[in-house]
């Protein structure tokens, strides 16, 4: 069997993924293979998956939202729901907003009070995704987007040619513990026991959701029989306590859901991503 993660090795998803792999490879008695294969802010590796024999041997471990995204964002996206059939959500991805330590506010309320009082003004790096895009809308403040395709974000924002940004919690908590970066708010479900006394957006923005969720996906036309099979053998393996443990120590939260759920939970999902993009303007590229 082969796990296809389509971002580059070190990341969340293929960390999370090769976690899982493993322990489906224990699970089954057979070999699980992870490949990455990166571009397109994943839709590389789900286009190739979803043109995979449908027979349940090829399986992509991605991030949902974040293919969804795409789907709006690219000119000819890739349609998620009509080429991949979803066989269950493995966990949630909590990130942070960030700033420089030398921002002028130090927590999300004041970043709101700074925004509205100077529309405009403060900038955030845009990836395309929409954790800082979506907060905007919420709050009702204009934040400066300027995109970025690679690797110097995190430099810019540290040095403050960039205020703010989204971090993953694994790739920012190193950068806050070492004074580089300050948090503004934590994209979670709960406040993070590294950082109690951060409050998590939807406390200051009811309402607000912006979820990075992960999950395994098959080719849309894998029969029925062989989806059902596979669903089995993941939740059961999420079940277990040590499962449960390996992704919560690499900084996710374990949050497995059926396969029928995940496809209602991703139809909202993809509806409210295009009611954001559309409320923010953002046109496909």
Known sequence: MTLVVPYPPGGSNDVIGRVVAQGLAAQLGESVVVENRAGANGTIGAQYVAQA????????????????????????????????????????????????????????????????????????????????????????????????????????????????????????????????????????????????????????LPGYLEVDYQGIFAPKNTPRTELAALEEQVLKLLAKPEMKQAISERNAVPNPMPSKELVVFMTEDRARISKTIAGAGIQAE
């Open 53 to 204: 024999p449908a027979d349940g041997r090829t399986l992509l471990y991605s991030q949902g939202n974040l293919l969804i995204n795409q789907e709006f964002m690219m000119k000819n996206g890739f349609k998620v729901l009509e080429s991949l059939a979803p066989v269950a959500r493995t966990c949630f991805i909590p990130s942070i907003i960030s700033a420089s330590v030398n921002f002028p506010a130090n927590n999300l309320r004041e970043l709101i009070e700074l925004a509205k009082k100077s529309p405009g003004k403060y900038s955030f790096v845009y990836y395309g995704d929409l954790g800082i895009t979506a907060l905007t809308s919420a709050a009702k403040i204009e934040l400066l987007r300027i995109p970025y395709k690679g690797g110097s974000a995190v430099t810019d924002v540290i040095a403050g040619t960039v205020d703010l940004m989204t971090n993953s919690f694994t790739a920012g908590l190193p950068l806050v513990r070492g004074g580089k970066l300050k948090i503004m708010a934590v994209n979670a479900e709960s406040r993070l026991a590294e950082f109690p006394e951060v409050p998590t957006i939807k406390e200051v």
